[in-house]
């Protein structure tokens, strides 16, 4: 009876099931995608080893045309960053002050974030639908006929009207995150500072927006990261086009895999938004520091 | 001076008001004009009666939404993966959680930061090795195709969660346990696993929700009508009906009504549990 040796193989019991899941789905792909993305695979065949050749072909080649990709997802990125959280911001900073109906505001203003995105797209796509939808068909009922547009099939407008229903739904996601964080602070720093004459709009400048720091870093880690990585409303709304004015980097990435069965291209893209996420995670922790 | 200063301020208080309940509408807006629509005939919702409740309810495009297609089978599906995921994911975790917060072993921090990574981790990462895999496995167009990557992509948030709960449980229980000649595992199963039943909700409404909603992986690793989830589903009835919109109406609803349901009962809960994912992540 070796009593701590039995410990410690009770211990690994205990963590096994979670080790197995998390090593093999989680760890254990993102090497293998790594090695993938140095080779010319169908999927088929044997993997051949090409170095950096899927890099520079990734990064040169018109027909992908990553750069139009990664615009269009920075661009979602600080569309996010200057309108979605500032006013998920706005909207926190009202809710958590004493005010009628909050409890109702909070939980209608999050509910869309918990819909799914396959609902939403298709719901979007018959607001936006051209004969039908409601968008134009409120546009022709005030007498603005020369507005209405063939929203997602026109090149000029499909990218901001894809934007449209991503930047809508996450709103009360961020928002409700703010209000956690602004709910967490303490009610003497407010109150002493209104004692001392503050207005409500410099409580929330020098008092709350400083303590929430933290949670601001992680709604503009979300926004940003998620930003790059946005697929689901993209590919129910448009799917890339029309004449791929709206891809993006996962976009590109799924019909690279699974339209021309370029396996080692598709893992090139993954690990290229990896390291991106990871980048950017980093950087905005950085900034966040530097600042104090 | 009074009189204006509060004028003013009535003022800028109906602003806000406005803007809340505007703010409120066009949030609401989607799900309001799918469960009607879901009720109307074409010629309602094409011109006669685009936005208002429907005049004739019409239940018939709910029994052609079921009919047509396979959607009692998605939602089967949607609700076997769902499950299997949370059962999956929560057992994992609490003994995971258990074997590094209550037992005591060097590196127990560090394992406990080594998981916190899957926060982070984009499901990306893992397709095209997944997909290869699954193939070699022959699990490619299973269910398990699903419930496994699920399970582990819930795994994270699910030991942030349990870690919070666990903590909280007194330390004497596990000594009074361990004196009453309970073993590690008696202890576990006895004292530790019963207590966290809140846990269990929190963990279970958040999986339950990706799950339910998930479209990427569930687009790619599974291909036959028969073990469809409902994202994929309702997307590919959509596709075929596109100018019936009442039946799409009605599946998307049949869809979207199981998450309204658990929302109007958990709002709080639900919260709370999106809240636990962000703060450490």
């Known amino acids: ?292 | 001076m009074n009189n204006s200063l509060s004028g003013t301020r009535n003022w800028r208080k109906i602003v806000v008001y406005v803007i809340l309940i505007l703010w409120a509408l066009i949030s609401l807006f989607p799900v309001y004009w799918m469960l009607t629509f879901s009720l109307k005939t074409n010629s309602e919702i094409f011109g006669e009666n685009v936005v208002g409740l429907p005049r004739e309810w019409v239940w018939e495009n709910y029994k052609r939404a079921l009919h047509t297609g396979n959607m009692p089978r998605y939602f089967l599906n949607s609700l076997i993966v769902a499950i299997t995921t949370i059962v999956i994911t929560l057992a994992a975790s609490v003994m995971a959680t258990y074997a590094m917060t209550r037992l005591h072993w060097k590196g127990r921090k560090r394992m406990n930061s080594f998981f916190m990574l899957g926060l982070t981790i984009p499901i990306h990462a893992s397709i095209v090795p997944l997909y290869t895999t699954l193939a070699k496995l022959k699990l490619l167009d299973t269910l398990w195709a699903l419930i496994i990557p699920y399970s582990a992509f819930s795994l994270a948030m699910g030991i942030l969660v349990c870690t919070g709960f666990m903590g909280d449980i007194p330390y004497d229980l596990d000594e009074a346990a361990f004196l009453d000649g309970c073993g590690v595992w008696g202890t576990f199963f006895r004292v530790i696993a019963p207590l966290m039943t809140p846990a269990v909700a929190t963990v279970g409404i958040y999986t339950f929700l990706q799950c339910w909603n998930e479209l990427m992986f569930a687009n790619v690793f599974v291909n036959s009508d028969k073990w469809r989830t409902l994202p994929v589903g309702v997307q590919s009835l959509s596709g075929q009906y596109t100018t019936d919109w009442g039946p799409i109406g009605a599946a998307l609803s049949i869809a979207t009504i199981p998450t309204l349901i658990v929302y109007i009962f958990l709002s709080k809960k639900i919260q709370d549990s999106f809240i636990a994912g962000a703060v450490k992540g």
């Open chain 1, 1 to 292: 009876m070796n009593k701590p040796f039995r410990y410690k193989v009770n211990i690994f019991l205990f963590l096994l099931p979670a080790l197995l899941l998390f090593v093999g789905v989680l760890i254990a792909p993102i090497i293998m995608s790594t090695v993938y993305s140095f080779t010319e695979w169908n999927g088929f065949t044997t993997p051949e080893f090409i170095g950096f050749k899927n890099y520079v072909e990734l990064f040169t080649s018109r027909s992908i045309n990553i750069q139009r990709a990664l615009k269009n997802a920075f661009l979602l990125a600080i569309l996010s960053c200057c309108i979605q959280l500032p006013f998920a911001l706005w909207l926190a900073l009202r809710l958590s002050r004493p005010i009628k109906g909050k409890t109702a505001f909070l939980s209608i203003f999050f509910l869309p974030v918990l819909i799914s995105t396959v609902v939403i797209g298709q719901l979007w796509l018959k607001i936006y639908n051209p004969d039908y939808g409601v968008l134009n068909v409120f546009l022709r009922s005030i007498g603005l006929d020369n507005l209405t547009r063939i929203w997602l099939g026109d090149k000029k407008t499909a990218l901001g009207a894809a934007f449209v229903p991503i930047l809508w739904q996450y709103v009360g996601y961020h928002m409700l995150l703010m209000y956690a964080g602004i709910k967490g602070v303490p009610v003497e720093l407010t109150e002493a500072a209104m004692l001392d004459g503050c207005t409500q709009a410099q409580v929330s400048r020098y008092i709350i927006i400083p303590y929430i720091r933290p949670i601001l870093r992680v709604s503009v880690i979300f926004a940003i990261t998620g930003s790059l990585k946005s697929f689901d409303l993209i590919y129910v709304l448009t799917n890339g086009g029309p004449n791929h004015a709206t891809e993006v980097p996962s976009t590109l990435m799924i019909s690279m895999l699974f339209l021309r069965n370029r396996y080692g291209m598709g893992s090139t893209i993954a690990v290229m938004l990896i390291i991106l996420c990871f980048a950017f995670a980093l950087l905005i922790n950085m900034l966040f520091k530097e600042e104090k």
